[in-house]
Each structure stands twice: as structure tokens, then as C-alpha cells.
């Protein structure tokens, strides 16, 4: 599967689903308004104080009648709620809560989730409450309401956590299948450890924003749970899981060892060597947002205490109003401005400190020289379509040098026997012919950058890079691109390119291309190193 993160999607839209038939079971209901719940949120807390209700008598295994749900409404609305409504009303109110919103009126509910495994949707049921014949008093014969498994599930997710224990609960869940060796399933434990171990770094990084905005809208408080978070998260995560990469690792050699040596690995078992490379990697992710979150914690306490030892020498500083202490005084008593030094004095009464780093005296100083860059994605203010026109002919201005320079450099090639030049032939053959040395060196920048990429990819399979360019889909680049300028060149009718060779020659031989033009128009020489360059094509070979 190329997605794997789509895997058991239908459970994740399960436990949506339990919230979502709530909601439309409840809403657009006139009940609400004959009892004073306008507002959703007013509705969906008394809905699920009653699911609270109905958990606790199933828990305690006790009877859970519309009598007894309708007296433990009139106590909430007497004690909380304040609403005008009788007993009667709050009995009226507890059987449409249980039988309309959580039983749907005695209909089966069920919620479509897509499997993308099986290409198709998967119905699931859900039922928040059932009921059974109970007998009151020995004679009388009610229905008792009590929660199904959908309800737990739904009371339990509304309950988060604690954040210090949701990482030891995954970190014991993942152990247990890595002994288990249910490889799929300790993916997405694992997968939940490290979103736990990112979500602690952004909190830390979110605090040490809030602090530098302004400390004092940050509470000690705030400040002690992340402490107490950071030190849980660090105390030994780092020891287990780097065992637990050790472990994974050894079986992930031993499979592939298997696969070299003895036999194919089957399908099964190629699935289990993928799951350990998986968790391999997330492991080592892992492993460095704990090393992340442990310099952080440091820097977090360095930053707060730095920060209130700033608040508190502000207190320590006298204000006072120029308009008052100082404007005014000097307008009644113009004498005084003979000893304004004394005013001015505390201005000027500390040294400032000065720091003499040896380190840079001592390096190298380099000119820095400014580029003059335009900015491609820049919008004028006036006629910004004709100015990004003439930006786009520009560009594909350059980019048709570029092709016409290699195809030339490939094509002065191509011309020989056996399909190799050298640079040094190619630097004679251009000297009596101006017009091909301009087609192969428009200007220095672009002969430069072309015989850069050709050195740095040094072989290239004309074939393996069209397999390559079906495989994936790469984003438009408004630069220019190698792999993409030869495929278009070896489409081209005539050309027939198989394979592209480009190597030094280590004869110390100095190629030098004089009376050439650079960006700005200026004539200069170019001295480079000896290259042979070879292509291969259909028809030579």
C-alpha cells in the first residue's frame, strides 16, 4: 500500500462517527427551546451528563430507570442549571435524551468509513446504550438502561490522559508488540510516541515565545508543568529507546541476510522488513527530538530566569516625565540649563563594555561584495502583468541558451567517430568560428554552470532518467535543470542519446577560451581544466 497511513482508516472514522450521530440525532430538535437549551454547546453538556450518569450506574451495576434519570436531571437543574422546567419536564427531557439522541428512537445507526485497503466502504454499527427488564420492588417492571461498548469508548475519549503518562502508556503498548513481534501495529505505536515527543518540543518552543513577548503573561504554573513534563520525558526515554533501535535493527540485518544468502523472502516476510525499517527510522527520529527536548529544557530555564531578573531590575528604575521634571523647570528658571550637566550626568555614568574577539582578528578578511539579485515572485504596483511577461521571456530567453549550448557540446561530439571530444578540440574547432563559440558560450555564467553539472553527475543513463521522470512527479523550477534539458535533447528527432560521459583529464592542461562575454557585456578569457566528454547514441552504437 503506498499510503500507509491510511491502514485501518475505518476505525479512526469510528470513533468520529460516535460524536457525529450524536449531533445529528440532537440538532434541529424543538425540545431544546421548550426548555431553555438554545445553544449547542448547552445541549451537548446535558447530553453527556447523562451518558456521565449512565456510566457510573453501570459501573456500580445498579438500576438505571426514566425515573431515576429524570430525578437526576431535576437535581442538576435545580443545582446548576437554573432552567424553568418541572419534574415532569426534566422526565420529558431524560427520555429524549435516551431514547431519541442515544437510541435514535429504537432505529440501528450506522456510520460508512472508507477502507482504502479493500477499495470500498465499510458499515459499522453504533450503539451507545441498551436496555433490560428489571424489577422494582420485587413486582414492578421497568426498563434499565446501561451503557454499550461504543458508549465507554465515547466517555473515555472525552477524558484525555495525563501528558506525563501517555507516553509511558505507548512506550509500554510498542514493547509489547515488538515482543509480540506485531510489526504493523508497533509502527503506529511508535508513530504516537514521536508525534508525543514533537507535541512536547512545539510546547516547549511555544513557552520560550511566550516568555520573550512578555514573561509575566507566563504563570509559574505553566512553567512547572512543562518542567515537570520535560524532566518525565527525558528521564530515561533516550536508554529505551535506543535498545529498542538495537533490537529492531538486529532483526531487520537477520531478514535481509536471509534474503541474501538463503531464499526470497515471501510476502509476509517482506512485509515484516519493511514495518522494521520503518520503525528503525522513526526510532532515530526519536532518539533526536529527545536530544532536542533536553537542550531545550535548558534553554527554557535559562530563558525565564534571564527574563524575570530583567523584569525585576526594571523595578528598580526611576521614571519620570520630562514634560514636568524637566520642560517646565527650565521655562520658569532659565538659569538652571547652567547646570544641566548634573541632570545629564547619570547618562553617561556607564562605560559601556567593549569585547575583542582574537578569533576574528586573526582571520582572513574577505571583500564583501554585494549582488545585485531581482526577485523573481516581486509584484509591481503598476502594470505588474506586462513586467512579469517580460520576467517570463526573460527567463525562457536563458534557459534556450542553456539547451543551445549543450546541444551544441553534444552534438561537436556526436560529429566524431567514436563519439568523444575533448575540451582543448573543442576550444580549436570554436577559434576561427565565432558564431559556434557564441552558441556554446552565450556568456560565461551559463558555459560555467553547464560544465559544473555535467562534472558533478559524471555518467549519466540517458534511459534511467526518463524511468525516473515517469516515476515521480517533480514541481516546475524556473532554473535550469540538466537531467531535464538532456531528456529533451535526446527526444529530439536525429539525436538518439543513450548515455552522456563527462571526465577530467589529469594532464594539467589549460584550456583557455579568450575574448569571451560574461553577464554585464565585458569581454574576459576563461581558463578551465582539460575534459573529455562522450556520448553514446542508438545509431554509433
Known amino acids: 500500500m503506498q499510503y500507509d497511513f491510511l491502514k485501518q482508516f475505518p476505525r479512526r472514522i469510528r470513533h468520529v462517527g460516535r460524536y457525529l450521530l450524536l449531533f445529528q440525532n440532537s440538532t434541529q430538535k424543538a425540545i431544546w427551546k421548550q426548555y431553555g437549551f438554545l445553544k449547542q454547546d448547552e445541549q451537548f453538556n446535558i447530553i453527556f451528563a447523562v451518558l456521565l450518569y449512565l456510566m457510573e450506574q453501570s459501573l456500580k451495576e445498579e438500576h438505571c430507570t426514566i425515573d431515576e434519570i429524570s430525578a437526576y436531571l431535576d437535581n442538576l437543574n435545580m443545582r446548576y442549571f437554573g432552567k424553568a422546567m418541572s419534574y415532569e419536564d426534566c422526565k420529558m427531557l431524560g427520555d429524549f435524551i435516551v431514547n431519541v439522541v442515544l437510541s435514535n428512537e429504537g432505529r440501528a445507526m450506522y456510520v460508512e468509513g472508507y477502507d482504502f485497503e479493500t477499495r470500498s466502504y465499510q458499515s459499522m454499527h453504533i450503539s451507545y446504550v441498551a436496555n433490560r427488564i428489571v424489577y422494582v420492588d420485587s413486582d414492578v417492571r421497568r426498563t434499565s438502561y446501561y451503557l454499550t461498548e461504543d458508549g465507554y469508548n465515547l466517555l473515555l475519549s472525552t477524558l484525555e490522559i495525563e501528558n506525563n503518562m501517555k507516553l509511558t502508556i505507548h512506550d509500554m503498548i510498542f514493547k509489547m508488540h515488538l ?31 511566550r516568555i520573550r513577548r512578555n514573561a509575566l503573561n507566563y504563570s509559574v504554573a505553566e512553567y512547572e508543568e512543562v518542567l515537570g513534563e520535560n524532566l518525565e520525558t527525558i528521564s530515561d526515554t533516550k536508554q529505551k529507546f535506543q535498545s529498542y533501535r538495537e533490537l529492531v535493527k538486529s532483526r531487520r540485518e537477520a531478514l ?96 559601556p563594555e567593549k569585547i575583542y574577539q582574537l578569533k576574528k582578528a586573526a582571520e582572513l578578511q574577505r571583500p564583501v561584495q554585494k549582488k545585485e539579485t531581482v526577485d523573481a515572485d516581486e509584484v509591481m504596483e503598476f502594470g505588474d502583468e506586462a513586467w512579469m511577461e517580460a520576467q517570463e521571456k526573460r527567463r525562457r530567453e536563458k534557459l534556450a541558451k542553456y539547451e543551445a549550448s549543450l546541444k551544441y557540446l553534444l552534438g561537436a561530439a556526436l560529429a566524431r567517430e567514436n563519439g568523444e571530444i575533448t575540451l582543448e578540440e573543442l576550444q580549436a574547432r570554436t577559434e576561427t568560428d565565432e558564431e559556434g563559440r557564441s552558441v556554446l558560450i552565450p556568456d560565461v555564467q551559463i558555459f560555467k554552470e553547464i560544465m559544473v553539472e555535467l562534472l558533478k553527475s559524471r555518467e549519466i543513463e540517458i534511459g534511467a532518467l526518463a524511468e525516473e521522470r515517469r516515476a515521480y512527479i517533480g514541481e516546475g523550477n524556473s532554473g535550469f535543470l540538466l537531467n531535464e534539458t538532456l531528456l529533451s535533447l535526446a527526444e529530439e528527432p ?48
Open 256 to 351: 535481509e541476510e536471509l534474503e541474501i544468502g538463503e531464499r526470497r523472502l515471501n510476502e509476509k516476510e517482506e512485509e515484516t522488513l519493511h514495518n522494521l525499517s520503518v520503525i528503525e527510522s522513526y526510532l532515530n527520529r526519536t532518539i533526536d527530538e529527545h536530544q532536542k527536548i533536553l537542550g531545550s529544557h535548558f534553554d527554557l530555564k535559562s530563558l525565564y530566569t534571564r527574563e524575570l531578573e530583567n523584569l525585576s531590575q526594571m523595578s528598580f528604575i526611576r521614571r519620570f516625565s520630562l514634560q514636568n521634571e524637566l520642560y517646565e523647570k527650565v521655562l520658569n528658571d532659565p538659569g538652571i540649563l547652567e547646570r544641566m550637566d548634573v541632570f545629564l550626568r547619570p547618562l553617561f555614568g556607564n562605560m
Open 494 to 541: 536525429g539525436m538518439g542519446i543513450t548515455f552522456v560521459g563527462v571526465y577530467r583529464i589529469e594532464d594539467k592542461t589549460v584550456v583557455t577560451f579568450e575574448n569571451v562575454a560574461d553577464q554585464d557585456g565585458n569581454r574576459r578569457s576563461i581558463c578551465c581544466s582539460n575534459v573529455l566528454i562522450c556520448v553514446k547514441c542508438e545509431k554509433k552504437f
Open 179 to 209: 515482543e509480540k513481534q506485531s510489526y504493523d501495529k508497533a509502527v503506529d505505536e511508535i508513530k504516537n510516541v514521536f508525534n508525543l515527543l514533537r507535541i512536547q518540543l512545539q510546547k516547549m518552543e511555544d513557552a520560550m515565545g
